[in-house]
């Protein structure tokens, strides 16, 4: 069965700070992909990254990075969090063999005060 | 124009009917469309990919796609109150190997 975990549920955090989310498959999948969710933009892809140490900018990288050095993790880094990052983070993944299909782990709320 | 256009809805219908949810989709070059299910507050779910012209039926669930019209639907059988979500049309760019996901249609489906 597909597994894909993200850290934290709900996470609040101050403005300036760092935040980490993190993101773990164990499906061995090669591709990850951060994406963010707002009402009335619909999902929106962050950061993406093909397998390891690989990493590809996707539609709105700009305050965001990423790090992925071992196949099954992929963290989303806020260097300095501002209000305007407050959203629903989603986590998905998706194994070169299953033709775009992508599981998405169960998100993080972050709110930024 | 949007790459992959739904409407937002709602789409309300009586427990025990159909329901048809449409997307279409600009890139004449995809070859890959998928449903998913998103309560509010959770996270999408896949619940059907299609990737041939026609019809693929699983469960309540029937995926239609026609390729020529650049248009794919979803269309769940017997309601039921707890298939009431938002529901995203995501299809696979020819280019770029990324998901490209309409804005979503929220259905409700009523007692």
């Known amino acids: 069965d597909v597994k894909v975990t993200q850290s934290s549920r709900y996470l609040v955090k101050r403005t300036g700070e760092k935040v980490f989310l993190e993101c773990v498959q164990d499906m061995d999948h090669e591709n990850m992909f951060w994406y963010r969710q707002d009402p009335g933009l619909g999902l929106r892809l962050i950061y993406f990254?093909?397998?390891?140490?690989?990493?590809e900018k996707g539609d709105i990288p700009e305050g965001y990075s990423v790090s992925r050095e071992k196949k099954e993790r992929f963290s989303l880094i806020l260097e300095s969090a501002s209000t305007n990052q407050t959203s629903m983070y989603l986590c998905?993944?998706?194994?070169?063999?299953?033709?775009?299909?992508?599981?998405f782990g169960p998100g993080t709320r972050l709110t930024v005060t | 124009q949007k790459e992959v256009e739904q409407n937002s809805g709602p789409l309300s219908v009586p427990e025990g009917a159909i329901a048809s949810l449409n997307c279409t989709y600009s890139d004449r070059g995809s070859q890959s469309f998928f449903w998913y299910r998103q309560y509010s507050g959770k996270s999408p779910e896949l619940i059907m990919s299609?990737?041939?012209?026609g019809d693929k039926e699983d469960g309540r669930f029937t995926a239609q796609l026609n390729k020529a019209s650049q248009y794919v639907s979803l269309l769940i059988r017997d309601s039921q109150p707890s298939d009431s979500a938002t529901y995203l049309c995501?299809?696979?760019?020819?280019?770029?190997?990324?998901?490209?996901f309409g804005q979503g249609t929220t259905l409700q489906v009523k007692p």
């Open positions: 995501a299809v696979g760019s020819s280019n770029t190997g990324k998901l490209i």
């Open positions: 998905a993944s998706r194994g070169l063999a299953s033709s775009y299909e992508q599981y």
């Open positions: 990254s093909y397998d390891v140490k690989m990493k």
């Open positions: 299609i990737y041939s012209n």
